[in-house]
């Protein structure tokens, strides 16, 4: 039967798949709507299922607070090239996902992608993405964090988010630090927020790496452990947020600048999420 260029806009206004794909859709189907839209469902789910094992290390990575600045989330949605990531749709699509995830507060991934998401699911949605770009779209990590402050922030043209929860209730100056300190977790990287919540078996490795060094130095035996225990005091002090010196002030630490702008202020939890 003919099809007309009504009706394949129809389906392409329906599901944002290409003008081709929609006539051909259509085509096979008869020219019946709901029959093609499942056409291009299962023609995503085949392409998913042919991409399933390639690398999605390029995308976008969104981090948002609620208005309240109370909740805050941070949503990887993954392609195969930079070109799809760098592409408007794509980084609109990621952003609605963040506003929902936002909206409906999921506690994790697999809520997250079973949320109602225009006409379907989020994990179905992405199918129909799939189908419609060709290649393997997902979203690997996914985010939620809730307290008195959540600082959201996004580095690198899309390729790093930060979320911060601070202890108190949010006020310009506290938002201000919470965004400087994201700025310091993106750049600087670190491990915890303080030495005490550095893995054990991460501490026994750093000790045992500082007493091999001081030994291969040839320090006596007797004070290997101390000197070991030096190297491990610096490697916290590289590499746990509050006592890294801050990137805007290396004379003070971002626990003592956090301090100054509040009695008490402080870093709760953080979160970290780049591509790749």
Known sequence: MAITASAVNELRKMTGAGMMDCKKALQETGGDMEAAIDFLRKKGQKISAKRADRDATEGAVIAKSSADMKTGVIVKLSCETDFVAKNDDFVALANKLADLALEHKPADLAAFNALPFEGSTVSERLVEEIGKIGEKIEVPEYAIVNGEAVVGYIHAGNKLGVLVQLNKTANDGIMAAGKDVAMQIAAMNPIAVNEDEVPEDVKKRELEIGMEQARAEGKPEQI?????????????????????????????????????????????????????
Do not use: C, H, W
């Open 224 to 276: 290997l452990e101390k000197i070991a225990m030096g190297k491990l005091n610096k490697y916290f002090k590289d590499n746990t947020l509050l006592s890294q010196p801050f990137v805007k002030d290396s004379s003070t630490t971002v626990g003592a600048m956090l301090n100054g702008i509040e009695n008490g202020l402080t870093v709760e939890s953080f979160n970290r999420v780049a591509l790749g």
